[in-house]
T-cell receptor, first 114, second 114 residues
Framework: AQSVTQLGSHVSVSEGALVLLRCNYS??????LFWYVQYPNQGLQLLLK??????LVKGINGFEAEFKKSETSFHLTKPSAHMSDAAEYFC????????????FGAGTRLAVHP | NAGVTQTPKFQVLKTGQSMTLQCAQD?????MSWYRQDPGMGLRLIHY???????DQGEVPNGYNVSRSTTEDFPLRLLSAAPSQTSVYFC?????????????FGEGSRLTVL
């Protein structure tokens, strides 16, 4: 069964520093991969998605992610963190065998310090 | 545009009581789903529906019932609440059933079972 693993439940960076949130997936077929963000007391919203087109995917708010099949990874990056990026980030996977089941990772809480 | 609307936002139940969490979307989305969010576990899929009259189980369906009589509404029923069902519940919808589309989330319903 498909799954995602997010390495690090908490990540802390300084404002202006690189943000790197790690996600590895397991899937026997090419997956669709997503990153969602959740701000306090809100629902989730889509940051970006990979659907087998370009391996480098650009999303909202300056985030991007690179699909690496050889490493089964889909890490999320942003060159320069902003205070407003503090939130919880979720990686999610869906495969061709289960289009209707989007499976989420446990989440990574990002803190940004001045 | 209201998007996905969940009610109630907060609810406290006693063990053994029943209740229904309401979810409505005004985007004419075919696909609707319910997730529960627990600390350290991300979001887990409870039930989903690909259209009126069609529902199926997700990862953690036990103790919950759903039905889909209209495109707009997808209520989640707890038949006999247990403390293990204390959680934050999210309803989400998506256009089509192809899997690559964005999920739109409601703001969540926080349920406490005493």
């Amino acid at each position: 069964a498909q799954s995602v693993t997010q390495l690090g439940s908490h990540v802390s960076v300084s404002e202006g520093a690189l943000v790197l949130l790690r996600c590895n997936y397991s899937s026997s077929v090419p997956p669709y991969l997503f990153w969602y963000v959740q701000y306090p007391n809100q629902g989730l919203q889509l940051l970006l998605k990979y659907t087998s087109a370009a391996t480098l995917v650009k999303g909202i708010n300056g985030f991007e992610a690179e699909f690496k099949k050889s490493e089964t990874s889909f890490h999320l990056t942003k060159p320069s963190a902003h205070m407003s990026d503090a939130a919880e980030y979720f990686c999610a996977v869906i495969t061709s065998g289960g289009y209707n089941k989007l499976i989420f990772g446990a989440g990574t809480r990002l803190a940004v310090h001045p | 545009n209201a998007g996905v609307t969940q009610t109630p936002k907060f609810q406290v139940l006693k063990t053994g009581q029943s209740m229904t969490l309401q979810c409505a979307q005004d985007m004419n989305h075919e696909y609707m789903s319910w997730y529960r969010q627990d600390p350290g576990m991300g979001l887990r899929l409870i039930h989903y529906s690909v259209g009126a009259g069609i529902t199926d189980q997700g990862e953690v369906p036990n103790g919950y019932n759903v039905s889909r009589s209209t495109t707009e509404d997808f209520p989640l029923r707890l038949l006999s609440a247990a403390p293990s069902q204390t959680s934050v519940y999210f309803c989400a919808s998506r256009a089509g059933t192809g899997g690559s589309g964005e999920l739109f989330f409601g703001e969540g319903s926080r349920l406490t079972v005493l």
